[in-house]
């Protein structure tokens, strides 16, 4: 029992002292299921030349953009055991080539599966490793031990007969002079101008797993389970012996070169090492079994393990101080460098600390029996470090424990002491809340300005400029100049924003930076303010900390982390010349999340030899290695690889079509930046629809709703993480079709209907118009041949009368005459004023229009009837129809019938000796009917005929002229009966009305 118990310590010893080291200077970023990979085995990875990353795992083809994976399938990838991707490779021509782990080579190329000819005739065969040379020859391994070269349709097996041995894993390197390398279990060899060479194998030991990686210096790497060696231009040499995973039981998988030249190491069991400067260092990874190693284009490395999915190795440049490392409390409020490289930190309550090295040292300064904290901190040029607990004090460096209370020496009281500035000559400048202000210089108070002297309020940062003078910013948003003894104000009259100012910065070209709680960044330059906010494209307007570095670049710490911003690209922005800034800041892709300055004490900021910055956190003290940071100048491809309509996926074509009265349309897009992903910026706009371009950063769509039919160009430009702009960016023309009733050919024939219509209706219209006014001249022609007639009547008939009555009078007043001839004389000239005022009053019946009706004619023929018989033996009777239809007639009409029916009325008083005479006025169906009919002598139709006067003739013609018929029907000694019969009543009313 004892024997064993000391063979389990002898193993503890030797395995803790064969630990290898852990190498700090990398983090990790890790993608598994759980952000959408296929699988957490993956099992190889490559980026194509595009710049996307592929990925085969166990369950399937997988392509990873930074953001998103997009999984693809085929039926020859997608049965059974053929989902297990084993190996991936690409050609010249960007065909990817994918092995599963059976099935046969499957190949890639815009979009389309199809099997590749170097599996076939490998039926039962597992796939194992895939590799594509220089010269276009794809190699292909399988767990059998068969290598298999295909290169322009030529096939050429390797197996034992060759000289190639083992069936464990293979890989495959090529040297800068062509040749192939194969190594396999204890294997080695090169395959060189179509020969397989095998004399190598004298340079290495009898142990098998070697494995073989190109060295981008032009020879190989060689590893196997006891060293590490290199061949170079034939030349064989042994790199190391030490290999730290062999002691562990691990053996190597893959190796990869960097483009530093470091050689990564992937084992079976032991994770993943790094060698560099003859040195191999762990570094960690989400799973120990890492199956692939890249590089990509931006020089992230990149590995995959065998079940904790893929990580992203990025360097190191931040390092964050807290409890963890030693310090006693999270939070420094201040922080100072001396001039020996030791960084000070004011560590609140646990005093004063000191970082040298990396390492963390903290001192619990006492004076007699008080203990004292830390608010501020400022290391001079005399080997001394000053700070402040509401009072003032300094040590030296050398002995921390030596403390001096110096605030004695001040005149009056200064308390709450939160800023510590040094200047260039090594005075130290205080400020406290007490609105207090001064210096010493060599240990002792210089101008001191006293409390009600000091024109600002809350002195919160200090700084010096080119010139030497002197800039304090207040918490009450002021900030106050003292050059040349004199103190100068600017508030918000002066341009200043209404926000406190918690930082200042003065660099050696005379600019003056200012950080504000809030309102952004200030630059004081050629005598002006220009404010600088996140609408400008500042990642955050809370600056509590500034600082800058070797590079050009400002650096702040704000609310939201760490940003820097090119001092150039501020100027740019106060001189016009740009429109916005861009910031760089860093979270989870570097390592760093959750990080919060603040700014109540000065220093907060401070740089160190080597371009290391160093910050006050809530999280701790951060250190970021400055002068290591290198800047990504790669513009960043941009794809435009998805366009669903209606959410369903159109193919990717030249001619793109989009299906008519689409609701939806919706672009993905693809930005290749995978340092740091989250920090990319798109702007996308369509042309004919987006007036500008559109800016978006955490999202990769863009979606549009009911396009109108037509041609429509989509643009797409990114920018990286450190604002570096894709301006070629990428492009997709695509036609919105028409529906059938938005074609060409419809509203082609809708425009041929439409002139078609539009000329009948024109035409019609014309007609109309023309018609109306036919029918307008036709009316004025009626209204002359009307007044004409009327002007006849008047010369004719009532010029006639009075001139009759005139020369009647003209005779009665020359002519002696007894008082019966005079009476007889009055009585007739009476007669014929009487007849004058009739007829006088039927021209004014027929041309008034409200006349214009028959129910007025009827009305007018009886009245004028009734009264032509008032004054003889003749009874008239009068009959009328009831319903009098609203017939509308012409004067005219009423004119020809007036004087017909007159005609006859006087007819029966001068000739019919009758006692009753009846005027009927009716409409029977289509016809209107008049008839006069008395009852006295008649007379024999031929005494019409005879006759020669006019007065049946004119009747007769009057009634034709009106498209009717005048019927006489009398005998002697009987009754006569004058028929006017009308039977074209609607033409004659059609022909007669007048237009309106």
């Known amino acids: 029992m004892i024997c064993g118990l000391l063979l389990c310590v002898l193993d503890s010893v030797r395995s803790a002292a064969s630990e290898p080291p852990t190498e700090d200077d990398y983090y990790v970023q890790s993608w598994q299921m759980d952000e959408g990979l296929l699988g957490n085995q993956v099992n190889d990875l490559l980026q194509d030349r595009n710049g996307f990353i592929w990925l085969a795992t166990i369950g399937g083809l997988d392509r990873f953009d930074g953001v998103t994976f997009k999984p693809f399938t085929s039926p020859l990838i997608a049965r059974g055991v053929a989902r297990n991707i084993r190996a991936l490779a690409e050609t010249a021509d960007s065909t990817l080539l994918i092995l599963p782990a059976v099935g046969g080579v499957a190949q890639l190329k815009d979009g389309r599966f199809s099997p590749h000819p170097i599996g076939e005739g490998l039926v039962g065969e597992q796939f194992q490793t895939l590799f594509v040379d220089q010269g276009g020859a794809v190699w292909l391994g399988t767990y059998s031990g068969r290598v298999r070269r295909w290169q322009d349709g030529k096939t050429t097996d390797l197996i034992a007969t060759n000289g190639l041995s083992g069936n464990t894993m293979v890989s495959f390197a090529m040297d800068d002079e062509g040749g192939v390398w194969i190594g396999r279990g204890g294997f080695l060899g090169c395959y060189r101008d179509g020969k397989l060479l095998t004399n190598f194998n ?34 064989f040499s042994i790199i190391s012996t030490n290999l730290p995973w062999v002691v562990l039981g691990g053996v190597v998988r893959k190796m990869y070169e960097d483009s530093n030249h470091s050689l990564w190491v992937g084992t079976s069991t032991h994770g993943l090492f790094r060698f560099a400067d003859g040195k191999f260092a762990g570094v960690k990874t989400s799973q120990s079994q890492i199956t692939s190693i890249m590089e990509d284009a931006e020089g992230n490395i990149w590995a995959a393990t065998a079940g904790g999915g893929i990580n992203r190795l990025g360097q190191k440049l931040f390092h964050l101080y807290n409890t963890g490392s030693g310090l006693p409390e999270d939070i420094s409020s201040a922080i100072s460098a001396d001039t020996q490289g030791d960084v000070w930190l004011a560590n609140r309550g646990g005093g004063i600390a000191r970082i040298f090295d990396g390492k963390v040292s903290a001192f619990h300064l006492q004076a007699g029996s008080h203990k004292f904290g830390a608010d501020s901190v400022c290391a001079d040029d005399q080997g001394f470090v000053w700070a402040s607990e509401g009072t003032l004090y300094r040590f030296p460096h050398e002995q921390p424990d030596e403390v001096q209370s110096v605030s004695n020496r001040l005149a009056g009281t200064i308390n709450h002491i939160h800023v510590l500035f040094k200047s260039r000559k090594g005075d130290i400048w205080i400020g406290s809340d007490t609105n207090s202000l001064g210096y010493f210089r060599s240990g002792h108070p210089e101008n001191y300005v006293p409390e009600n002297e000091f024109p600002g309020n809350r002195p919160r940062s200090i700084t010096e400029d080119s010139n030497g003078w002197i800039w304090i910013g207040t918490e009450d948003g002021q900030l106050v100049k003292l050059a040349d003894g004199k103190f100068t104000m600017f508030t918000q009259k002066d341009g200043l924003p209404d926000a406190p100012i918690r930082s200042l910065c003065a660099d050696a070209a005379g600019s003056v930076w200012i950080g504000t709680a809030g309102c952004g960044l200030v630059l004081w330059r050629d005598q002006k303010f220009t404010l600088i906010s996140v609408d400008d494209g500042l990642p955050n307007d809370y600056i509590a900390e500034l600082v800058g570095d070797d590079d050009g670049r400002l650096w702040c710490g704000a609310r939201g982390g760490v940003f820097h911003v090119a001092k150039s690209d501020l100027i740019a922005f106060a001189d016009g010349r740009i429109s916005k800034v861009a910031g760089v800041t860093f979270s989870k892709s570097e390592g760093l999340t959750g990080i919060s300055c603040f700014g109540t004490s000065q220093p907060m900021a401070v740089k160190t030899s080597g371009g290391h910055l160093w910050f ?20 960043p491809p941009v794809f435009i690889d998805e366009l669903l309509v209606n959410d369903h996926q159109l193919k990717i074509t030249d001619q793109m079509r989009v299906p008519p009265l689409s609701s939806k349309i919706e672009f993905r897009f693809s930005v290749l930046s995978y340092t740091a992903p989250e920090k990319v910026r798109l ?25 109108r039919p037509g041609k429509y160009l989509m643009h797409l430009k990114a920018c990286s993480s450190d604002g570096v702009w894709n301006e070629t960016g990428a492009s997709l023309a695509f036609e919105v079709q028409p529906a059938w009733w938005q074609s060409w050919w419809f509203q082609g024939s809708m425009l041929v209907v439409f002139t078609t219509v539009s000329a009948v209706g024109i035409r019609f219209w014309s007609q109309r118009r023309l018609k109306s006014k036919l029918e307008r001249l036709e009316h004025q022609q009626a209204l002359s041949k009307e007044r004409s007639r009327i002007a006849r009547d008047l010369h004719d008939d009532l010029g006639a009368t009075v001139t009759q009555v005139g020369l009647m009078l003209e005779e009665l007043r020359a002519a002696p005459l007894s008082t019966e001839e005079i009476k007889q004389q009055s009585d007739i000239i009476s007669g014929r004023v009487l007849n004058l005022a009739r007829d006088l009053d039927a021209v004014v019946w027929s041309v008034n229009p409200g006349n214009d009706s028959l129910g007025e004619l009827f009305a007018y023929l009886g009245q004028s009837f009734l009264e032509y018989f008032r004054h003889t033996s003749i009874r008239p009777r009068l009959e009328v129809m009831e319903a009098i ?22 007819n029966v008083i001068k000739h019919s000796h009758a006692t009753e005479v009846i005027l009927s006025l009716n409409v029977v169906e289509d016809s209107l009917e008049i008839r006069i009919e008395d009852n006295g002598l008649g007379f024999s139709p031929d005494v019409i005929a005879k006759s020669k006067r006019h007065g049946f003739p004119n009747m007769r013609a009057r009634v034709q002229q009106l498209g009717g018929r005048l019927e006489v029907s009398s005998e002697p000694g009987k009754k006569t009966s004058i028929r006017i019969w009308i039977r074209q009543w609607k033409d004659l009313r059609a022909q007669q009305r007048l237009p309106e």
């Not at 590893?223 to 034939?234: A, P, V």
């Not at 006050?616 to 513009?635: E, F």
């Not at 239809?885 to 006087?906: G, M, Q, S, T």
């Open 202 to 235: 004298d340079n290495l030991d009898s142990t098998p797993n070697i494995v073989v990686t190109s060295s981008r210096s032009g020879g190989i790497w060689i590893c196997n389970s006891t060293r590490l060696s290199k061949m170079d231009g034939g030349q």
């Open 885 to 906: 239809p609203d017939y509308a007639l012409a004067p005219e009409v009423r004119h020809h019938l007036f004087l017909v029916v007159k005609e006859a009325v006087h």
């Open 683 to 707: 702007r996308y706009k369509l042309d004919g629809v987006d007036l500008d371009w559109v800016e978006i950063a955490d999202q990769r769509n863009a979606v549009y709703s009911a396009l």
């Open 616 to 635: 006050t956190t809530q999280q701790g003290v951060l250190s970021v290695d400055s002068a290591a940071l290198k800047s990504n100048s790669r513009p």
